[in-house]
């Protein structure tokens, strides 16, 4: 009964997991990615380098100078959010959302939202010049479950159908390998299908609790759309009943159209300081310059899991504290803290640095399972190949498919990089224009692989890769920040950072591609495929 159940689970291991995993590559490394989202939006705006390498000033200051220009330009608003510098965005930056117009879509309140922003220099408070039309890090978050050029409905039901399949390859993959934990220290080189198992264990076994972890907890955050059955028996049609409870909000006030002066904001930054020993992170008053304003102050993130902050609540016309919310209970804190927890928006740079190794650990443990189903396959044709045939649809589509994405993926996110600084500026929707080359770079390498899904397609993609990606140093050089000055300004150091591990991931494609070139011997053999050649040159 053991075997047959080991049996069954090592098929349903094997299948719940190829048919998802190229789509799961693309999540990891996105989401891997989004760990330094702040990060990398400050490396795609060299324009605002400048601005963070100066020493950080108060945050009453950088709020005093914020509400300085808001009262300039949007008096009128309905709503102001100052969000304030910390050690991974060194800007202020000022937010306002104006009446919307009749007739205006969503779609349209967000575009002109995203229009009515400034970038502030916390210690004078001058303008900083309006940075590139790019979404840096964000478009890499935002993919990560949202997928692109279509509905973002349409791309989370996608996401969340491969994260099902995720976790089922996980618990069938635990079940099927009875000495998994014996096996993780083990690796056997040159020893063809029997290597590329021992590295797919290592990876999976190396972050196992990781993998299970953001793998049940990107499902949670969503589980009101997968899940819809109980809040429709509890609530019926009626949803914003149920989101108000279980994502309660402060009460929507309405402007009480009488004109009243703000009321001084240090005051409440010192109460809030007090109360919480930090500095807040976001400011947001609602109908400024209202007799009803309220001036809502949210603590930075800390060590807690839950995804929302505390806050206190202050009358905009008087100063007076009128609420303060701490962590939510029950049901409602477990939730947000799952989300929490997989965000990590409370990690310390150690703990980042540890979940963004775990998540290159996930981008190679799907890679590797990929690429093992391939060797294996192509052991049960060996004669067929040996003979001079051809492999069958199923074994080339496949090594078709891992060359697109796993060398593909990174020349398309070199191409991203890369076209960030190249572009000209003042191209119209330029942040697209970004997106479309990644995508365009990834549709060649995908489309090449499928005419070409040789060794030497490996080896040229991932070269490839390694230019881009590991010229991106040389590239901020010219165009930003070189090494010499990122390295020794504190302000700095996320350019840096993430200048130093493109290269480092450039190195290992580099070495990947040396490793992929033709044997003096291969040149009498008749032509197959990569991952057959991988196999004997490793024997």
């Known amino acids: 009964?053991?075997?047959?159940?080991?049996?069954?689970?090592?098929?349903?291991?094997?299948?719940?997991?190829?048919?998802?995993?190229?789509?799961?590559?693309?999540?990891?490394?996105?989401?891997?990615?989004?760990?330094?989202?702040?990060?990398?939006s400050l490396w795609m705006k060299p324009e605002l380098h400048g601005a963070a390498a100066r020493?950080?000033?108060?945050?009453?200051?950088?709020?005093?100078?914020?509400?300085?220009?808001?009262?300039?330009?949007?008096?009128?608003?309905?709503?102001?959010?100052?969000?304030?510098?910390?050690?991974?965005?060194?800007?202020?930056?000022?937010?306002?959302?104006?009446?919307?117009?009749?007739?205006?879509?969503?779609?349209?309140?967000?575009a002109a939202f995203r229009r009515q922003a400034v970038m502030l220099d916390p210690s004078t408070g001058a303008e900083v010049a309006g940075p590139r039309d790019t979404r840096g890090g964000e478009f890499l978050y935002r993919m990560h479950f949202d997928l692109y050029y279509m509905p973002a409905i349409w791309g989370r039901w996608i996401v969340g159908i491969c994260a099902m399949f995720m976790l089922v390859a996980i618990v069938s993959g635990v079940i099927t390998h009875k000495r998994i934990f014996k096996d993780f220290f083990t690796f056997r080189p040159k020893k063809g299908q029997r290597s590329w198992l021992d590295g797919h264990n290592a990876t999976a076994?190396?972050?196992?609790?990781?993998?299970?972890?953001?793998?049940?907890?990107?499902?949670?955050?969503?589980?009101?759309?997968?899940?819809?059955?109980?809040?429709?028996?509890?609530?019926?049609?009626?949803?914003?009943?149920?989101?108000?409870?279980?994502?309660?909000?402060?009460?929507?006030?309405?402007?009480?159209?009488?004109?009243?002066?703000?009321a001084d904001l240090a005051p409440m930054l010192a109460q809030a300081q007090g109360a919480w020993g930090q500095a807040p992170a976001r400011i947001i008053v609602n109908h400024p310059n209202d007799l009803n304003a309220t001036v809502q102050l949210v603590r930075q993130a800390g060590t807690q899991l839950s995804n929302i902050e505390p806050s206190l609540t202050f009358s905009g016309a008087s100063g007076a504290l009128l609420a303060a919310s701490g962590e939510p209970s029950g049901v409602s804190a477990m939730r947000r803290a799952f989300y929490g927890l997989h965000v990590a928006h409370f990690a310390e740079p150690l703990l980042r640095a540890l979940f963004f190794l775990c998540g290159l650990a996930g981008c190679a443990m799907v890679a590797t399972g990929a690429l093992l189903w391939g060797v294996k396959e192509r052991q049960k044709c060996a004669k067929v190949l040996a003979s001079g045939g051809r492999p069958g649809f199923g074994v080339r589509l496949v090594d078709a498919l891992n060359i697109g994405t796993i060398a593909g993926l990174p020349i398309a996110l070199g191409a991203y990089f890369w076209s960030n600084r190249l572009l000209p500026l003042g191209l119209e929707n330029r942040a697209a224009l970004e997106a479309n080359c990644f995508f365009a770079a990834w549709a060649c390498a995908a489309a090449l692989a499928q005419l070409r899904p040789t060794r030497r397609m490996w080896q040229l993609q991932l070269a490839l890769g390694a230019v881009l990606l590991g010229g991106v140093p040389l590239l901020n050089a010219v165009t930003g920040t070189h090494l010499g000055v990122s390295l020794f300004t504190p302000g700095l150091r996320a350019l840096a950072g993430v200048d130093l591990v493109l290269c480092a991931v450039g190195a290992l494609l580099g070495c990947a591609a040396w490793w992929m070139r033709p044997k003096v011997h291969a040149a009498r053999a008749p032509r197959i495929a990569p991952m057959q050649n991988a196999m004997e040159a490793a024997k």
């Not at 098929?11 to 989202?37: K, Q």
Request: charged letters at 20%.
């Open 1 to 40: 009964m053991k075997e047959g159940l080991r049996q069954s689970m090592a098929w349903l291991h094997t299948w719940s997991g190829l048919l998802v995993c190229w789509v799961l590559l693309l999540i990891f490394v996105c989401g891997t990615s989004a760990y330094y989202r702040d990060e990398i």
């Open 55 to 110: 020493p950080a000033a108060a945050p009453a200051v950088a709020v005093a100078h914020a509400v300085t220009v808001l009262q300039e330009r949007a008096p009128k608003a309905t709503r102001w959010i100052i969000d304030l510098p910390d050690g991974r965005t060194p800007l202020v930056n000022a937010n306002w959302t104006n009446p919307p117009k009749k007739g205006m879509s969503m779609a349209e309140r967000r």
């Open 205 to 262: 076994v190396l972050a196992l609790p990781f993998h299970l972890m953001i793998t049940y907890t990107g499902i949670v955050t969503l589980m009101f759309m997968y899940m819809p059955a109980p809040t429709k028996a509890l609530y019926g049609d009626d949803q914003k009943t149920m989101f108000a409870e279980v994502f309660p909000d402060n009460e929507r006030i309405k402007s009480a159209k009488v004109h009243t002066p703000l």
